[in-house]
């Protein structure tokens, strides 16, 4: 049978059966066996330990002065909300898109005076709220058209307007082109399909003045809050 010895006074153990505690006769100390399975549990917390004192220590630390986006996303979604609904009751309002990252901005920075405002933040903010706003705006001008539709059945004027524009263009490409152009007018006024790509790319294109306006207005609030700052610094 193999001896076995303590660990701390290098000393001969007596026999004793497998798996009781034993003590040294010479210094009393415990001769403590761990199974093989424990030992493996061991080293793996060991790991782990290790491991996960090495991912904090390569976690980067955030810049204070970085851009909060999920509150200036939220900022941006409650302006070009409340402006949507506006320009829809009040056509002319659309313009004012300009004006909507000039709101957010002032309200973002209210909350977060950490952060540093600059013209391309300005633009990137500008160009998020004329996303919004377009988005909004169509949002609420496909409900105004379901209603009018289904609801009061009161689309007879717009589709008047929308005919009376086609008549117009109509009869200039008569004059210059000449009776040609009058039937390709006259398959695209009977087709609904035409109605509803124009009446689309007039969106789009509001959409498209709406992002430039509010990307435009955007860099220039975002200019004048980085001249202010340095004027205050």
């Avoid at 409340?82 to 709101?103: D, N, R, T, Y």
């Avoid at 952060?115 to 709220?129: M, S």
């Amino acid at each position: 049978m193999i001896q076995r010895h303590c660990p701390r006074c290098r000393s001969v153990l007596h026999f004793e059966d497998h798996g009781t505690l034993v003590f040294c006769w010479n210094c009393g100390a415990p001769q403590i066996t761990l199974s093989e399975e424990l030992l493996d549990q061991v080293e793996q917390q060991m790991q782990d330990a290790a491991a996960g004192a090495q991912g904090s220590s390569t976690v980067q630390i955030q810049d204070p002065s970085a851009v909060n986006w999920k509150a200036a996303i939220h900022i941006a979604l409650i302006v070009a909300g409340a402006l949507s609904a506006i320009a829809v009751l009040v056509p002319p309002a659309e313009m004012l898109a300009w004006l909507a990252p000039s709101i957010v901005l002032a309200l973002y920075a209210s909350r977060n005076r950490q952060t540093r405002i600059t013209t391309g933040l300005g633009a990137r903010i500008g160009l998020l709220c004329g996303v919004l706003c377009s988005l909004g705006l169509m949002l609420i001008t496909a409900l105004q058209m379901l209603v009018l539709r289904f609801g009061i059945h009161g689309m007879a004027e717009m589709e008047a307007n929308m005919n009376s524009v086609m008549l117009e263009a109509k009869t200039r490409a008569v004059a210059q082109s000449g009776q040609a152009a009058a039937s390709i007018f006259d398959l695209f006024l009977t087709a609904p399909e035409f109605r509803a790509g124009f009446f689309l790319a007039g969106l789009a294109m509001v959409a498209a003045i709406l992002m430039v306006l509010s990307t435009a207005g955007g860099a220039f609030a975002g200019f004048v809050r980085s001249r202010q700052t340095k004027t205050i610094l």
